[in-house]
Every structure is written in C-alpha cells, then in structure tokens.
C-alpha cells in the first residue's frame, strides 16, 4: 500500500492512504493562496453621505474611494461599482473619478436608492460571489436575506453608529466605516484677477 505524506506548517505528518499520485504541500501564508472571489460593491450614496456627515459633524465630508475600497475587497476582485444617489446635483468630476479608476457608475435615483439598488442586486448576483451594500439602512434586511438564499456572500460597509443592528446580524460580515476612511472636501478658491493700476 502506498503512503503519501501531506506535509503540514506545524511540521506534523498526516499519512493518506490509497492515493496515487498525491502530493500536497500546505502553507498559510496568504500570499500562496489564489482567490478568485468577485466582489460587487453597490452604494446607497444618499444613506452613506447623511452618515459620514453626521460622524465628521461636517457636510463637506465625503468617502475616500481610495482608501476604502482595497480595504472591502481585501485581495478579491472587484466585478462593478455603482453608486446610487437620489436628486440631480451629482458631481460629474465624482462619476468621472470613480470611472476612471473602478469602472464604477454612478446611477441617479427619481426618490430613494433603495428599490433601483435592490433591482441591480438581485440582476448581478449570479455574476458575483459577494454583493457588499454599503448602507446602514434597514430597508436592505429582506434583499440580504433573499441574496443570501441565492448563495452570495451578503457583507454590510457603514458608519456602526448610523447602522441598522438587524442588518448587521443579517450579514455575513459588517465593515465598520470610520472617520479614517472619509476626508473633508475644501472647494479651491476663487482667484480674483487684478487690475492694472491706471498711470
């Protein structure tokens, strides 16, 4: 009878019987781990915005895409971005910034994001593994159950305090969103020409 021997980290051997052609080396280190996860992320920009604005104490408070992001997806690919938003006054340097460097969308809403997103959601998740709402609203309770029926990994990004607690429980894991993850937006300055003095 043939023995392999599957090698552990903590330098125990396991011996496996009956296999032919079986070797397999285990190591923990993450970086050995090839994770092809895909990672919808959809944002009820209205519920985030009010959040962040309440938590910096600041309407001039905005998220950092940049700094937010890679920490949500934490190694898994990102499938699509979309942000929706209620109203009109969406910045166009925002959807173009967001484009630029997630191909994301930014989506306006005729009232609340809430059914457009729910829409998209159940749309995309049989392209994804993971849908993230970033919310904190507990609208969003009945699309995580029905999502997590479909077998996708339901995660929730938000302000903690700003959060619906049934939401929370309802999700397979909650990203807590922090003052660190949003900066505050300074318009530039208008510069005022000056005139010639006349002679």
């Given amino acids: 009878m043939a023995r392999y021997v599957l090698t552990l980290r903590a330098e125990c051997e396991i011996i496996i019987p009956n296999c032919k052609n079986f070797l397999l080396r285990y190591n923990s280190r993450m970086g050995n781990i090839l994770i092809t996860q895909t990672v919808a992320i959809l944002c009820d920009g209205n519920n985030i915005e009010r959040s962040i604005h309440d938590l910096t104490h600041s309407t001039s408070a905005m998220i950092n895409f940049d700094e937010l992001i890679p920490k ?14 209620e109203g009109k006054a969406i910045s ?4 173009e910034r967001l484009y630029e460097n997630y191909y994301g969308s930014v989506i306006p809403c005729h009232k609340s994001a809430d059914i457009p997103l729910s829409i998209k ?7 994804v593994d993971t849908i ?19 077998g996708v990994r ?30 505050i937006y300074k318009a530039p300055g208008k510069t005022i ?5 006349g002679t």
């Fill in 132 to 150: 993230i709402i970033m919310s904190g609203d507990s609208d969003f309770v009945d699309l995580g159950t029905h999502l997590k029926g479909e």
């Fill in 154 to 183: 339901v995660e929730i990004a938000a302000i903690r305090k700003t959060t619906a607690q049934i939401l929370i429980d309802e999700a397979d894991h909650f990203h807590e969103i922090t003052k660190e993850d949003c900066f």
């Fill in 121 to 127: 959601a159940t749309q995309i998740a049989s392209k």
């Fill in 72 to 85: 949500l997806l934490n190694g898994r690919g990102l499938n699509r971005l979309l942000y929706f938003r």
């Fill in 92 to 95: 166009s340097k925002f959807a």
């Fill in 193 to 197: 020409p000056r005139r010639n003095s």
